[in-house]
């Protein structure tokens, strides 16, 4: 970043967004490169544990490592998509004795 400051857009939560992804133009005129910061909490109250703002670090894998940029939603199981499940799996059906 260079220093400049930048207006930053609330969510419907009133948190800033959890990654910045700033093109940075190449000086050859090459392919632009992407450098993303991720947010975390600057500090945490004593007595409730709150975040009492939030700053943004550099993140040298770029997104690519730790938490992804899909969203996961709490009931969804890792791995899981459309057509990964066989309904006649290795097993075949529920009451199938195999005879």
């Known amino acids: 970043m260079d220093g400049r400051v930048l207006p ?3 969510g419907p939560t009133g948190h ?3 990654t910045y992804r700033i093109p940075v133009p ?6 632009p490169t992407v450098l993303v910061y ?5 500090g945490q109250s ?11 670090e550099f993140d040298p894998e770029g997104g690519k490592g ?9 009931w969804s199981k890792p791995g899981t998509g459309s057509g990964s499940q066989d309904p006649e799996g290795p097993g ?8």
């Not at 190449?26 to 392919?31: L, Q, R, S, T, V």
């Not at 004593?46 to 943004?56: A, D, F, M, Q």
């Not at 075949?92 to 005879?99: A, F, N, Q, S």
């Open 26 to 31: 190449d000086a050859a005129g090459g392919p």
């Open 46 to 56: 004593k007595r409730l544990g709150v975040p009492l703002g939030w700053k943004y």
């Open 66 to 74: 730790g938490r992804g940029g899909r969203l996961r939603w709490p």
């Open 92 to 99: 075949g059906k529920p009451g199938d004795t195999g005879g």
């Open 38 to 42: 991720r947010r975390v909490p600057r």
């Open 16 to 18: 800033p967004p959890k």
């Open 8 to 10: 930053v857009l609330l």
